[in-house]
């Protein structure tokens, strides 16, 4: 139970990022603990001493001027301040005998100190206080008077030292409070900051449950994370537009596939069933037309594929767009023709491209068949081409059922037809196939659509490419 409380804190971002937020919060304010405290113990000493040396220089002036009877009564004249300084005075001869002493009431024995390792004038000496077991710790200095006679000044350094103890429980008082506030604070702001990424994390596992909807909620889009969120749902409607792309595709093909695959069974059930070589010869060129037609499928397929990942093999080559045009027309003149639709197309001058006349043959035909196919009987198709920055763009416009505003983005999806033309023949390829093409040869093709009045599609391709 334990080490599953510990993992699940350590896999929580927010509160590791919270617990080094306050580790270094801490440290720093340790680091600068200290570094106070030091100067702060530095600057009392220093007081302390300058403070001492101000009497011993005193009273060496007034020794050296009227001698050590009058020093012995300025001492004495100072000692209420020397009381309540907790500081004391000492006179002794050159036999270290005591001439003088002025020190505080609660001091008691005689100093025992240490000389400094570094030769300094100061030392630090210890006496006993008010108590047996009691102990203050002073800071002295001592010089030779002109006489012989030793001058000794001490203090002692318990006030500075319950000064710096009030200061550092003061600073406990704050820093405790303050690092608690900020542990609390600095979790609430990464967990606030995190929280984008959970909900990431929370659509992601939504996915996986084959929720395809799912989305993750943009909470501020002019952030970072905000700005991922935006992108990591566009991502999603891709993947969820693919996904169904190829569900569908996959019944489309499914249902194309079956339905020349059954008239194939049928035609040797049949042939089966009357075993004469008629018969068999009928059923053979039936299935070898309904394997044309699988071969036709799966070859645009393919076409479809290589062209759509970029892989498509162009021959480029330059030629006469406009006669491009004528022959393309030429091959569905009759078709027309036997729907009493009229194909215009009215260009007097000569249009030159570079392109794969192969590829290019395919838009045209394409675009033509459509154009045809939804034309009602007395209707026209009129291409016209016309110079344009850089280019050339072509225009196929016809007077046929048009198509649905929700089917304009849709029509140039594999294997998607429209509801009004499911009942004309076709695999749902073609303008696929025009548009991947369209976009190997670094053109763009555009469709505007009215119902009932036609379609108008605009086709345009660079003038000059690398061949």
Not at 148 to 153: A, E, P, S
Request: glycine share 4%.
């Amino acid at each position: 139970m334990f080490s599953k409380l510990i993992k699940s804190l350590h896999r929580n971002t927010a509160i590791r990022l919270s617990l080094h937020f306050s580790l270094l919060f801490l440290l720093s304010a340790l680091v600068l603990f200290t570094t106070v405290d030091y100067l702060l113990n530095k600057s009392q000493t220093e007081k302390d001493q300058q403070l001492i040396t101000s009497f011993i220089e005193s009273y060496q002036r007034l020794h050296q001027q009227v001698g050590l009877h009058k020093l012995e009564l300025v001492v004495q004249r100072d000692a209420p301040y020397f009381q309540r300084s907790e500081m004391s005075v000492t006179l002794t001869d050159e036999q270290g005998k005591q001439l003088m002493l002025v020190q505080p009431e609660s001091w008691h024995g005689e100093l025992q100190f240490k000389a400094p390792d570094n030769g300094s004038d100061w030392h630090e000496g210890q006496l006993k206080g008010a108590s047996k077991e009691s102990s203050i710790r002073v800071l002295f200095r001592q010089v030779e008077l002109s006489d012989q006679v030793v001058l000794r000044v001490a203090k002692s350094v318990a006030p500075g030292e319950a000064q710096l103890a009030s200061y550092r429980l003061l600073v406990l008082q704050v820093m405790v409070p303050l690092l608690l506030f900020g542990l609390l604070l600095t979790f609430y702001m990464n967990w606030r900051a995190l929280r984008p990424v959970h909900d990431l994390i929370d659509t992601i596992r939504s996915i996986q449950a084959n929720q395809l909807k799912a989305r993750v909620e943009v909470r501020n889009p002019e952030s970072e994370l905000g700005e991922l969120a935006c992108i990591f749902n566009e991502m999603l409607e891709q993947i969820e537009r693919l996904i169904l792309g190829m569900r569908q595709s996959l019944d489309s093909v499914a249902h194309d596939l079956r339905t020349p695959l059954s008239r194939m069974r049928l035609s040797l059930e049949a042939a089966l069933t009357k075993p004469d070589e008629q018969s068999l010869k009928e059923a053979l060129m039936d299935c070898a037309e309904e394997g044309e037609q699988i071969e036709a499928l799966l070859r645009a397929l393919m076409d479809l594929s290589e062209a759509e990942s970029g892989i498509m093999k162009l021959h480029m080559e330059r030629l006469n767009l406009s006669q491009l045009i004528r022959d393309c027309i030429d091959l569905y003149r009759y078709v027309a023709e036997d729907k009493s639709i009229e194909i215009v197309f009215a260009d007097e001058h000569d249009h030159f491209i570079t392109a794969d006349p192969m590829r290019l043959r395919q838009v045209l035909a394409n675009l033509l068949d459509n154009a045809v196919k939804y034309t009602p009987a007395g209707g026209t198709v009129s291409l016209n081409v016309r110079s344009v920055d850089k280019g050339v763009q072509i225009r196929v416009q016809d007077t046929g059922i048009g198509i649905e505003e929700q089917d304009l983005s849709l029509v140039f999806d594999r294997l998607y037809r429209a509801d009004s033309s499911r009942s004309e023949a076709g695999m749902g390829l073609g303008l696929s196939m025009v548009k991947a093409v369209v976009k190997a040869h670094q053109g763009t093709i555009s469709l505007e659509s009215t119902i009932g009045q036609g379609s108008c599609f605009r086709v345009e391709l660079p003038e000059q490419q690398d061949i």
